[in-house]
């Protein structure tokens, strides 16, 4: 295979442009395993929260390349140790590291009981995906590789902290993309200064001690972004409503009682019965086509869930309080009471098990995987980033769980509700 | 109904935020016809050549609310006469005036034979409309009013000419919103500044004389969008496949061998017999899905088109040259020897007739609503723009047609195709 | 005095465009008071560390004018209680509160004993200013009021906070102008979220509760430019050199062996002996041109001295360590071992007072000046922002001063110096 | 000399950084002759105009090194022939190209009688000059070369063309540059396309034909930048004062009655008869500072032409027309009959023949060195820009000069102007 005459590019928000070289790195991009990630939403329901906040998760494949093929070649004009064997093997994985994703992204992964790296893993494993073929073609065996580096598997762990760590490749890209997206600013760092500062160091990538205000501010985006974007209630009310559909079109269909079959992989899909041909023939399109079928459906919890989903007709949180801890029941009766099932239309949403993940340095005893290391170069000191911060070790201790109550506006808006909460 | 306490805003790539300040204007916002833009892309099969083209029709539809806007503000600021009881209606139109696109916004009108501002005529009047129930309740008759303002035919022409002209609040939305989201940069001018030299001056709106280098940089950053962006070969290549499966499933029907039904209305909006809330229950997805679906389909011809299409895989595109004028018979001829249908494989696109449009000022006497006039307002003289600006006056003469030729790409790659076109 | 017919506008990298409407702000932005300020850098010495970082104090001036009037537009689209007497006074006093600032801004004030505050009241008091000229034309009485809002007298505290205080409009124009100008990305707040969620309560300004996020950037904003800009070594390093040029000027003088005279007012100004007119005289101008003269001088100190200014080598900082304290002796010790003066060659800068300032909530009672208070509209409860916030309260009390020793490089790179701070 | 351990980096407002990896060019960068640089405004008088528009002649400098850093780069990524040997020579000649620039950079070019080309050949080739003892002591001879290269006698064309050219990398640079700083916003293009669609054909620059939009751009940029910018009548307004205040300076120091002597090196610059020693003690602040002092001069005129400069009360500009042309007489008495100078206080102002250089393209046979050529990478045929691009060919011929008339503003408003303009 020949290299191509002119480079290829991409225009993008984040990066300006994002280049390719490699003529296996354009035929990946080719494939229709990735193609379909052009109709997969970056954000799952955030878009009802940021109207900008509909990219896609294409985008940012090609993004978590581009910041891998960065990062080498600074690298490179820094005179680093880097094993240079791995380059492609860093840039593919990047690339593919997504492949797997579910419509709607991290959206449906809890009601579904999936996880998008172990379909990430078995499509890159399939002998009739695309991606397998035009991988084992250019190098057999190649597909395992890239296997064992999103799953961590990978024995070179400097090439695994690059795709899967505290500043890895995939986090520089989609909270600067989110944050473009969606306008969030104080969500942006300086991503060019972030890729100067790593230096790898044996089997981790470690951060040069001039940097440490960069990672910082990185960091804090990150706080920033979970609290502005990714916890964002009416981004959550999204979520809430879109999994509670799906879940009585699940119990629907398991009560043989199926709503009309705008799809043939969607009801495999719903119970959990979908081969991989199946599951990559879906995407954020087919649920929004189930959705505007079903709003006329003959159940009508249902056809209500999926109507107000279309229509933007979200439920409204209520902060959590301990003074709610036991009064969820009366609650779940004064749903009963405007005429609405309580297991669909009371949900509790807890998202703090995703927001402790921002930084794992609060364990005591780091491994180098799990914190960042701020690296003296002219002493060789290194120091774990949240004892050098105020800030950092601020937050890093931070990880109180965010908890909502969901109901419908005419709940919330009830008197009675006022007086449950209120004791 | 209450002024609410806080003003609502959105947050917009464009404008930094967009301002609601009037109850009216958010009440229709949240109508299900207006959210539905949400699902509808901005630049149908741009995303195919820009992976950041996919932005929706509701971000539009909010920008152009807001330029009119600000226009009522700037003109307030300046002291010049606007008629103040129509800021309302303005602001209404202006947010109103897509809410009647079909899927994937103009690729669809040519081969449905649509207008979309039809359709937004036939919305904003229906009884069972939202929108319109929520424009009577506030004020009867003003639904009607809306209606006129879209079709122009409002008896005040300033108002009709700030969203429809050569000037108007659309326009400056949708270049700076397709620039940005695009990230082709020398489509964006200066908004703010084009908005502080406009002027009401009795029934029209024109440009104080100061304003000429930044309103010739706006129609110029219109040339640049569209040969970058509307008329790019790519893009192109999308809303011709996109075309013709539709076409093909249409003949499908029509020959009463349906491909499977993915939803209600689709058949009746391909063979254009839709009622108003079989059109507002389709968009975007219900095409995707559709294809999804059809890449199965037992029809050779519609499951190939509709995976191509969702796999990207685009036919590949031949400038027109006068020596194919006489050829495409031989064309066509090789077509059907790689065993591919003309009919579907073989395809002439022309987008003259669009890109003429983006300056009618070489029309010998344009008349108030053609022509950008430049007003000295020492002198109180009016020139207009064409006649004040050589590159201006090179483009608005320049109204070739653009047509090229879309085969499949090995049909392309055959070097008898290489001999036709040769001669 | 007539309205202008058109607004008279400022282009702008922070706020796009500063729109003027009131002729006697434009009267003011033409004083030759006003004027002066595009001599004089914002950032003094800054410019060493970041070439862009030499923009002006006028457009600074101009900014915290443009920021008052769009804090004065939001609280009337919010229909909030401002007391509107009060809107010229408050532009006049954002506008010309710096007017008394020496060249290179803060970095004089120190070695000089001048406050610029100070300054800019006598300035605006003075019957020969054109400032007060112009004020008091247009308003017997106003230059007094100007002066009391500036040194904070003046009776409504809500004026006052707007431009002296945790968020007021100079601040918040001069940390988005510093980090746009040095590129420190993250240095960028939403600006207009903030003024936005700003709003006037009796006496002061606070922030509605929903800001909460917006105001924890904008403080870690400040956190950032005080770290990588403000504090930057360089930086210093600049100011500490040109404090030391002209420490040495001062000697000559004193001694009666004074420097080749370049301009009349600057023996005056060097020992504190100058009048209005002669201060206004002076510009980073005047000490350029001074050290370009100096570093011919006979004196070799001085000479060498202005020469490193000029040339930019600039002392090396060492970070204070506590085993320095009681070794400062050794190194001036070594310094003259370099026929080094070490009153002029080795010097310690602390910086530490000014870093302390960037929060004062950490004071156990903080009055409504000190601190910045969230505001619940739905209970009306107000909070202090450290209490609510960790990485806010993390910061609030990290207060330690910036110390630091600044030698010649080749003092440094001596090996003796490396013995003296080992111990 | 060992290569730094890590890359140096400035950041940058329009490159985001900018990279310097060879000590030689960092040793450049720190010559006193490059340091001086910072203290020269890249745009003379312009920031009277845009207040931003004060960035410094420094910023260019490196920026334009960067541009050439990124070309050599983009060769390579594509497998362009490019004479790698070149490289450090191409990238110093950037660097150095304008080094010899005067106070106020162009500004004082026409009335001092130099050209910056032949003061930066001088320093690069002067044994005194730091950069000749840099350049020498890494290689002798190379201080030759990069004079030639500057004043484009270096046999290698395709090196002098990138640095002085149609697409050189300076005017990519301070295009870009002076449109970031002024705010002008429709002064921007793709500069990473433009440069990634440049390629070397032997020993010129050539453009690939898919590039062509780009440089339509670039050009319509650089028309834009010249009206909005360049030919500014405020900023024209500042540079006629400017040079008014030196011609009355050289005046009194022809007529032996000097004005107090602020810089030992000004009278010798005033007279022409300056050595490179002298000529580098001067920078802006030069001129700033003997305004100043010159302000209570005892010359009315010269301390009257000095105090407007410094506060910003220029002249006031009328556009020259025909019926002007015998009328220049009657305006000077006018002036004359306001008891001022018609020798200092009537100005003729012509800038045509700088605009005329935008494009040279209109010459009947265009060399190597004055046309942007599109090259067509399948056939091989190059053709000249201006003939594919109307837009381009309109401003190409579009080379009328800008001709105005600059009086104070009180000659202006007098009644007896208007009926000498109006005959």
Redesign the interface.
């Known amino acids: 295979m020949a ?1 191509t ?3 290829k ?5 984040v990066h ?2 994002i ?1 390719v ?1 490699d003529p296996l790195i354009w035929d990946l991009i ?1 494939t ?1 395993e990735m ?2 990630l ?2 997969i939403r970056q954000l799952g329901t955030t ?1 009802f929260a ?3 906040g ?3 998760r ?2 940012h494949s ?1 993004g978590v390349y581009e910041v891998i093929r960065q990062m080498i070649q600074a690298f490179d ?3 680093y140790d880097w094993p240079h064997q791995y380059d492609r093997l860093a840039m593919i994985s990047a690339l593919l590291h997504d492949v797997g994703h579910a419509p709607f992204s991290h959206a449906l992964e809890k009601v579904m009981g999936t996880r998008h790296e172990n379909w990430s893993v078995t499509i890159i494993g399939h002998p009739e995906s695309e991606v397998h073929q035009v991988l084992e073609a250019a190098e057999p065996g190649l597909s395992g590789q890239v296997a064992d580096v999103i799953q961590k598997t990978f024995p070179n762990r400097l090439v695994v902290s690059m795709i899967s760590g505290q500043l890895d490749a995939d986090r520089l890209d989609y909270l600067m993309r989110d944050s473009i997206a ?5 969500g ?3 991503l ?2 972030i890729i ?1 500062v790593l230096r790898p160091l044996e089997d981790r990538l470690v951060v ?1 001690r001039s940097g440490i ?2 990672v ?2 990185y960091l ?2 990150r ?2 972004m979970y ?2 974007v990714y916890f964002h209630p009416v981004s959550r009310a999204g979520e809430v409503l879109l999994r509670t559909v799906l879940e009585r079109a699940r119990e629907l269909v398991r009560r043989a009682r199926a709503p ?1 079959e ?3 992989a969607l009801f495999p899909f719903l119970i959990g019965k979908v081969n991989m041909e199946q599951y990559l ?10 959705f ?2 079903w ?2 459906d003959e159940d009508p919890v249902l056809s209500d869930l999926a109507r107000r989903f ?3 007709r979200l439920f409204k949180e209520y902060p959590w309080t301990p003074a709610l801890d036991g009064r969820l029941g009366d609650v779940r009766q004064l749903v009963a009471a405007h005429a609405l099932d309580p297991n669909y239309y009371c949900i509790v949403d807890e998202t703090g098990t995703v927001y402790y993940d921002y930084y794992l340095g609060s364990q005591r005893e780091p491994g180098p995987e799990n914190a960042i290391w701020l690296y003296d ?1 002219a002493t060789g000191v290194l120091s774990e980033m949240s004892g050098q911060s ?2 950092i ?3 890093a ?2 990880h109180r769980p965010v908890r909502r109550l969901y109901v419908p506006a005419e709940v919330l808006a009830d008197e009675r509700f006022g007086k449950i909460v209120e004791g």
Not at 182 to 186: E, F, S
Not at 281 to 290: E, G, M, P, Q, R
């Open positions: 290299m005459e002119d480079e590019v991409f225009k993008d928000p300006g442009y280049y070289h080719n229709r193609q379909r052009r109709r878009y940021y109207p900008g509909d990219h896609s294409f985008s090609l004009r820094n005179n969606t306008g969030v600013d104080y942006t760092f300086d060019a200064r100067r040069r205000h960069t910082e501010a804090l985006a706080y920033f609290w502005q009309f705008t799809h043939p023939s879906l995407d954020d399109a087919s649920l929004f086509n189930a505007s079928v709003q006329d279309l229509d933007r170069q105020l800030p070790q601020a937050i201790e931070e």
